[in-house]
C-alpha cells in the first residue's frame, strides 16, 4: 500500500527522504535542504495552480522545516501517540497544500 501512495504522490517521497537525517538523530541544516526543497518543487509544480507557483518555493522550505521538526517530536512519543502526531502532520500538510490548488 506504501509504494502505491507514494506513486500516486511524489511530494511525501521527498519528504520522506529528507527525514532521515532526523531520525538518525543528526538533525538538520536549513542549508542542507536546497536540493530537497528543489525536488519537492518539482513534485508539486504540477498540482499548484499558476498564481501561486511564484510561492512554491517558500512553499517548499516551510513543509520540509515543518516536516522535520513533527518528525524529531515523533521520535520521542510512544507508538500510539506517534501515529496521531503523524496524522495530523499529514492533515496539516494537505490543508496547507489544498489552499494553493
Excluded at 511530494?11 to 542549508?31: K, P, Q
Excluded at 528543489?38 to 499558476?50: G, K, V, Y
Amino acid at each position: 500500500p506504501f509504494l502505491t501512495f507514494y506513486e500516486a504522490n511524489p511530494a511525501y517521497v521527498v519528504l520522506a527522504e529528507a527525514s532521515d537525517r532526523v531520525f538518525a538523530g543528526t538533525g538538520y541544516a536549513f542549508g542542507e535542504d536546497d536540493q530537497v526543497a528543489l525536488n519537492l518543487r518539482q513534485a508539486l509544480l504540477p498540482f499548484i495552480a499558476s498564481v501561486h507557483q511564484t510561492r512554491l518555493e517558500t512553499v517548499c522550505k516551510l513543509l520540509i522545516t515543518t516536516a522535520h521538526a513533527a518528525f524529531s517530536a515523533a521520535i520521542k512519543l510512544p507508538p500510539a501517540a506517534k501515529d496521531d502526531w503523524l496524522a495530523e502532520l499529514d492533515a496539516l500538510i494537505i490543508g496547507y497544500l489544498r489552499g494553493l490548488v
